[in-house]
Structure formats: C-alpha cells, structure tokens
C-alpha cells in the first residue's frame, strides 16, 4: 500500500514557474514507477510525465516536453515536477500516482495502482 500526497500548486502568470511535490509513504515506495497525470475541467485525465523506480529514465507528453522535468529524491521518498514556461492552457488539477515497475514508458492512467489527491494549478494570461 502506498499513500501519496501532492503539494505545491497555486497561481502563476503565464511565463512563469511551480514545483509540485509528491511525497509517498509505504515501505516500497522505492520501487514503484511514478507518473504525472493532469485534468483540466470537462477534460480527461491527461498524461503529463513519468519517472522509473531508479529515476534512471524519465519519458515526457509532447505537451509538456522541454517545458516540464520530472525528478526523484533517492534519499527521500518525493517525486517533483518542475515546471516553466507556464502556460494558460496548463491550467489543471495535477496528480502523482505509482505503479510497480514493468512495461516503459507507461502512460495510460489505468495502469497506475495508487493515486495521490491532486494539487490545483492556474496559470493567468
């Protein structure tokens, strides 16, 4: 069992910067894959990033790649997202979420057994 707690949302203008955290509890925290979902109003959950147990490879949506970095803390068990170049369209409520390690990269949302409660994100024009 894992439980996972987000952190770290808020307001920011257009062009500006946030780091949301994610921090896990569990005793196998360590070896879960984690991923970055979003859902904005009257959209689907959307795939933003994922990192692997080791933090050795990360795998990014188009929507955010070069904008957004996915990280982990080995020594603690929090996983970050950090993210610039903000834009409105980013606007969402941001969840982690984690799997046990296997097929790479994982994006479908379905496939992550444990989700954390959601940070909300605005980002004005």
């Known amino acids: 069992q894992v439980q996972l707690v987000e952190s770290g949302g808020g307001l920011v203008q257009a062009g500006g910067s946030l780091r949301l955290s994610c921090v896990g509890s569990?005793?196998?925290?360590?070896?879960?894959?984690m991923g970055w979902f979003r859902q904005a109003p009257g959209k689907e959950r959307e795939f933003i990033a994922t990192i692997n147990w080791s933090g050795s490879r990360t795998y990014y949506a188009d929507a955010v790649k070069g904008r957004f970095t996915i990280s982990r803390d080995s020594t603690k068990p929090t996983v970050y997202l950090q993210m610039n170049s903000l834009k409105p369209e980013d606007t969402a409520v941001y969840s982690c979420?984690?799997?046990?390690?296997?097929?790479?990269?994982?994006?479908?949302?379905?496939?992550?057994?444990?989700w954390g409660q959601g940070t909300q994100v605005t980002v004005s024009s």
């Open positions: 979420a984690a799997r046990p390690f296997g097929s790479w990269p994982e994006s479908k949302d379905y496939e992550y057994d444990y």
């Open positions: 569990g005793r196998t925290f360590g070896s879960y894959d």
